[in-house]
C-alpha cells in the first residue's frame, strides 16, 4: 500500500489571522471527485448539462399541460 502524501501545515504570523493549509496529493482524490470531474468539466460537462435542462424543461411542460389541462377541463 503506498504511504499518503498530505501535509498540514499552521503557521501564525499576525496577531488577528490563523492560517492553515492542507497539502493533497491528486492521487488521494476519491472516486465521486473522478466522476465529477470527468462529467461536469470540459465539452462533455457542458454536453450533459445542455441535455439535462432541455430534458427538465419538457419535463415542467408536460407536467405544466397536463396540470391545466385537469384544471381548466370543461364540465
Do not use: P
Amino acid at each position: 500500500m503506498e504511504a499518503q502524501e498530505s501535509a498540514v501545515q499552521y503557521s501564525r504570523w499576525s496577531n488577528s489571522q490563523d492560517e492553515v493549509s492542507m497539502n493533497v496529493s491528486a492521487s488521494e482524490s476519491s472516486g465521486c471527485e473522478r466522476i465529477y470531474t470527468k462529467l461536469c468539466t470540459g465539452k462533455l460537462g457542458i454536453a450533459l448539462k445542455l441535455v439535462g435542462g432541455i430534458i427538465l424543461f419538457w419535463v415542467i411542460f408536460i407536467i405544466g399541460y397536463v396540470t391545466g389541462y385537469y384544471i381548466h377541463k370543461c364540465k
